[in-house]
């Protein structure tokens, strides 16, 4: 499958950053990202309201783009709403997993940050993949809504402030330095935005993982070696399910990767 049509799911801007490891990998792939901007944010949703909304919004992006394969790029919607999806999509759909085992290997203190939203760092799904692979490191887990929101401000160009990135990692920092974490994972598509400054905030030698790569990969797995073409199919497209003045803001951080707005509103995709 040379040119395969892919749709990108996310509640905002963080599945850019693993459309781009997609692109990347899948050169030929023809994308199309679908933003449930009128919902964001997952993270403050019960589980009960995010499988019902992300099935809907899939749902409606699969009659509109009838794509090869769905790649689910949130981790809040992966940990609830792939079981349903699964269940009555014909085509492959792909989850983000929290990058647990990955840091779990390459951790050499034995002590993990597990970064995300509220939600994902405490479900079940995250404490099994814990228990699985991580069950001899100490693991320091921090919810934080406002770096999603910086980083659906740093699309529009505004830099984090250096002082607040600084703030939020204090629980993984603040403490005696054989107890803080050398690996900490990215547990929200979002958060690989921030990498500079996550980086800057942190002691020197501090590893970030996150599983765009790895969502690629497996995304060419189950295409059998999709994107062989020399070149990507352009315009990406992109598609939202509301229009307001955020949107408008970053509507050139996705003209920037290749994405042509296609759809303003739920009801326009089809």
């Known amino acids: 499958m040379a040119n395969p049509v892919i749709a990108v799911f996310d509640s905002g801007v963080g599945g850019l950053s693993v459309a781009q490891e997609i692109a990347s990998l899948l050169p030929g792939a023809a994308l199309?990202?679908?933003?449930?901007?009128?919902?964001?944010?997952y993270g403050t949703k019960t589980e009960a309201e995010l499988v019902d909304r992300v099935d809907e919004v899939i749902a409606?992006?699969?009659?509109?783009?009838?794509?090869?394969?769905v790649v689910i790029a949130c981790?809040?919607?992966?940990?609830?709403?792939?079981?349903?999806?699964?269940?009555?999509?014909?085509?492959?759909?792909?989850?983000?997993?929290p990058a647990v085992k990955p840091a779990a290997l390459r951790s050499r203190r034995r002590v993990i940050g597990l970064l995300g939203t509220t939600g994902t760092v405490r479900?079940?799904?995250t404490q099994d993949l814990i228990d699985r692979f991580a069950a001899d490191c100490t693991v320091l887990r921090i919810g934080s809504a406002e770096l999603v929101e910086m980083a659906e401000a740093a699309l529009e160009g505004a830099a984090p402030a250096p002082d607040a990135v600084a703030s939020v990692l204090a629980p993984f920092f603040e403490r005696p330095e054989a107890q803080r974490p050398d690996t900490v994972v990215l547990a929200c598509t979002h958060f690989p935005l921030l990498a500079d400054a996550l980086r800057d905030a942190s002691p020197p030698g501090t590893e970030f993982v996150d599983s765009g790569r790895?969502?690629?990969?497996?995304?060419?797995?189950?295409?059998?070696?999709?994107?062989s073409a020399a070149k990507a199919l352009p315009p990406h497209r992109a598609y939202f399910t509301r229009d307001d003045a955020g949107l408008q803001r970053r509507l050139p951080a996705f003209a920037r990767r290749g994405f042509a707005a296609a759809a303003f509103s739920f009801e326009a995709w089809g």
Not at 84 to 96: E, I, K
């Open 123 to 125: 479900r079940a799904y």
């Open 32 to 41: 199309n990202y679908f933003c449930d901007n009128g919902f964001f944010p």
């Open 60 to 69: 409606r992006a699969v009659r509109t783009v009838r794509p090869d394969a």
């Open 214 to 227: 790895a969502v690629a990969e497996r995304v060419r797995s189950v295409l059998d070696g999709a994107g």
């Open 75 to 97: 981790n809040t919607a992966s940990t609830v709403a792939l079981p349903r999806l699964r269940s009555h999509l014909d085509m492959p759909v792909v989850g983000v997993v």
